[in-house]
């Protein structure tokens, strides 16, 4: 098994509303940058620093805090415990007021525990606006927005990366397109993975027809991702064959699914 040491924080911004008159044209905060990277090493703590900004025309007293992934919600609680690293967080300053267009930066500190286990741990960073009451009134609505840095923890040790594809499905006859294919992938590794591929459509003779690429995701540890990809063309006659191929991990792990085979027959068309 290969070591992969590092730290993967991804930003995203979730947005929240308080009605009131008028909607704002652009979030209240922004944070940069939008993806960070860090080794660590147990037993000691490392930094990384993100940048809040203040988009609106009026201060904002900011709340950061962190929390556990918000994608754990589909774990166990067993699971959630090994993989929840909220507690290795401690941000400079978690409180504080950021006057119009001020920017402000943010330390982030991470200590990882020295007996933890190897592979992905997870956590989430929350920048929360507060509304300051000065800047309420009955004939406004103000848009402000919690903005939130994801982070993708990797503890050095013995990582195993392993996706297998749980199931691939289609119906077997259809009178007309759009066709629906059900791909399921199972992340059976200690360590999150952002899978990409595609299903490859040929027709009677075997010419490729139709490329689909399957959605970008991540998959956390021991769960499960479920995408339902589309060929959206209507009108289909004949047999055709769809063959699924999914690519992963840092080691550029490769897997297949046998071809699976449909047909379109527009019976209605033909009476």
């Not at 009131?20 to 490392?46: C, D, F, M, R």
């Not at 990582?159 to 059976?188: A, Q, R, Y």
């Not at 490729?208 to 995701?217: A, G, H, M, R």
Request: overall charge negative.
């Amino acid at each position: 098994m290969r070591r992969l040491p590092f730290v993967f924080i991804i930003s995203i911004s979730l947005m929240f509303y308080w009605s009131n008159g008028v909607i704002a044209s652009q979030s209240s905060l922004t944070v940069s940058p939008a993806i960070l990277e860090k080794v660590l090493e147990p037993g000691t703590v490392s930094t990384a620093s993100a940048t809040v900004t203040n988009t609106t025309n009026f201060p904002l007293p900011i709340k950061a805090q962190v929390d556990a992934f918000i994608g754990n919600n589909n774990l166990t609680k067993l699971q959630s415990s090994i993989f929840n690293s909220s507690s290795w967080f401690s941000l400079e300053p978690s409180d504080f007021i950021l006057q119009p267009s001020e920017s402000k930066d943010i330390l982030i500190k991470i200590a990882q525990p020295v007996d933890v286990e190897p592979g992905g741990h997870y956590a989430t960073i929350f920048f929360q606006p507060l509304i300051p009451s000065d800047v309420i009134s009955p004939s406004s609505t103000i848009s402000l927005a919690r903005v939130g840095i994801l982070t993708f923890l990797i503890a050095p040790g013995n990582i195993t990366e392993l996706l297998n594809i749980k199931d691939f499905v289609v119906k077997p006859w259809s009178t007309f397109g759009p066709i629906s294919f059900d791909v399921e992938l199972k992340n059976e590794g200690n360590v999150h993975t952002s899978p990409s591929g595609n299903i490859i459509i040929k027709d009677l003779l075997g010419k490729t027809v139709k490329t689909l690429d399957l959605d970008s995701s991540i998959i956390l540890p021991t769960t499960t991702n479920t995408q339902n990809i589309v060929w959206d063309r209507q009108l289909l006659f004949g047999r055709f064959t769809a063959s699924l191929t999914v690519d992963y991990g840092n080691t550029q792990g490769s897997l297949t699914f046998p071809p699976l085979v449909f047909w379109v027959v527009p019976w209605p068309l033909i009476v």
